[in-house]
């Protein structure tokens, strides 16, 4: 008999811990932990994040994985949604379930990676622009050819990102950024070529302490990034290029096979909540679509352009598409234009 009970206790023991979980696969910087753990108070769910430094890396191992239950959530970008999408690896959403989803502004809906929202629910914008010194350059910026200018030899930081990078050359020269015409990426690739004398480096991570420290004077740069250098360097400006800024969104996704769907619409609300949201922009100065928690902010923070960009300025933007097979030619110039540097 006690052997029994035992075995019942350590079977409903069982059940409450697996129901208590919440597996997230996201951005290192995209929900700060206190935020995590506040979740955790109010609701007893335990959320374990892995964190990817890029979508090609999360993408590549949510295959490996295959049909396996691995995370319940995760944080893809705009153009690997589609991906995703195709490989059948999201669940069609029962947003019912996220009450809060009414706070998101409708011009983040419905956008052509995922037309309905049936997969996706927005996280954050991202707009790339370009960050440059003003204590060293004087002269106006506000072209994507600025960082071709001789005088900034070995000052340009360009992002380490294939499809950004190769935007500005396709960008410049006046083709699609989402071609797939081989002779236009070449012609791309020999464009960019004319700048590496003025690239210090390409960098994905913690781009703006390069800036800070005056290694680069004048770069590419996420608007998210920019929000936190600004306020470290009164010195350093941000724009958004006439020729139009780089879109992109994070946005919620629950895999096919989670195991913990109840929680992870849970968890997506709890972050839609306003004050939460408002918490998360706060902190990190990311562009969440949140209209309710736009309304709680202080107006310095409402009406700071690299958090919330005009809406000219998001009409402009430009988003890049999932090219399928097709973006091994874009790798195959890439992998040439990183070695000639």
Known sequence: MIRIVLFI???FNSILAFANKLYIYGWSNGIPDHIIAKFTKETGINVALSTFENNETMYAKLKL????????????????????IKDNLLEELDKSQVPNFRNINKDALNLSFDPENKFSMPYSMYFTGIMYNSSFIKNKIDSWSDLFDPQYKNKVLLLDDVREVFHIGLNLLGYDVNTINEEEIKN???KLKSILPNINLFSAESTKKYFLSGDVIIGMQWNDDAYGALLE??????????????????S????????????????????????????????????????AAKTLLNPDLQNNKAIFPDSEVIKKSILHNDLGSNIDIYTKYWNMLKVED
């Open 252 to 291: 919620f996704v629950i895999l096919k096979n989670a195991k913990n769907k109840e929680n992870a619409y849970k968890f997506i609300n709890f972050i839609y909540r306003a004050d939460i949201a408002k918490e998360i922009i706060e902190n990190n100065g990311l562009s969440i679509p949140n209209m």
């Open 65 to 84: 994985l295959g049909k396996r239950p691995s995370y319940d959530i995760v944080f893809p970008s705009t153009y690997f949604m589609q991906k995703m």
């Open 188 to 190: 791309a690739y020999i």
């Open 233 to 250: 360097d009164k010195n350093l400006k941000f724009i958004y290029p006439k020729e139009g800024a780089i879109f992109s969104m994070d």
């Open 9 to 11: 206790v350590l079977f």
